[in-house]
């Protein structure tokens, strides 16, 4: 065999933190990973992955600026959506200075939900079923309590999208949630919030079922809904804002 006809290739030495990397891509692209997870501290990322501090930090740095996690200080690092900051953060701006663009992202919204309502459905395992029960239950305690369930809104939804087993649906509600609950989370209160609730357990049921069609009417319906409180809240603020 000559040179020219050699087949093989030098061995490739990967640097310990790219093989880290390696790793924790690898957990996203497969949905073990989702947006908003916590990586574990990292005394117990050293330990796993048998690496220093040093090499640790280079690694998780350098996910960083892939945008694949969030660090920060004093807390955990955690995994960011895959929707680009160049898309979310103009449209957040917009939002702030015209709520009326929320509608359009309501509209947005629903075409995707409506497919993971569907999804869901089809493919919900014990597991998803049980988180979104677990979420209802958050829900209905804060209402008894009359605390806030803009975060439980948020969660019950994201975990919809989880269990369409869809990690590309799964980050993009991750994101249009980030942007939306702020001025969802105004039209939720008293009867309002009370509604939603049973409009979630319509939801879930559906799912629990493994009904396609009622789970995607379901959603519809209750989507509809809110749409209807925020065109009410944007008369509110509009009237509000005339001289």
């Not at 908003?36 to 501090?53: H, I, Q, T, W, Y």
């Not at 953060?89 to 569907?118: C, F, Q, V, W, Y």
């Not at 990690?167 to 993009?172: D, E, G, R, S, V």
Request: aromatic share 4%; net charge negative; charged share 30%.
């Amino acid at each position: 065999m000559t040179m020219e006809d050699n087949v093989f290739r030098a061995i490739e030495q990967k640097k310990v933190s790219a093989q880290i990397i390696d790793q924790v891509k690898t957990l996203i692209a497969s949905g073990k990973l989702k947006p908003g997870d916590a990586l574990p501290p990292e005394r117990e990322l050293m330990k796993v992955f048998n690496v220093s501090r040093p090499t640790l930090r280079e690694a998780l740095n350098a996910l960083s600026t892939m945008g694949f996690v969030k660090m920060a200080q004093r807390q955990r690092t955690r995994v960011r959506s895959l929707v680009p900051s160049n898309i979310t953060e103009p449209l957040h701006r917009l939002l702030k200075e015209d709520m009326s663009t929320s509608l359009e992202l309501i509209e947005a919204r629903t075409i995707i939900e409506r497919g993971n309502a569907r999804l869901a459905a089809r493919r919900a395992t014990d597991a998803d079923i049980s988180r979104l029960e677990r979420s209802l239950e958050s829900m209905r305690h804060k209402l008894d309590n009359h605390e806030s369930v803009t975060d439980d809104d948020a969660e019950f939804h994201i975990a919809i999208a989880e269990a369409s087993h869809n990690k590309i649906q799964t980050h993009l509600m991750f994101s249009i949630y980030d942007l939306l609950k702020e001025k969802v989370g105004l039209c939720y209160v008293n009867d309002e919030a009370m509604e939603i609730f049973k409009q979630h357990q319509a939801i879930v049921n559906a799912i629990k079922a493994h009904d396609e069609e009622l789970a995607l009417n379901s959603m519809e319906e209750h989507l509809a809904y809110v749409e209807s409180l925020l065109n009410r809240l944007i008369s509110k603020e509009t009237a509000a804002t005339r001289p």
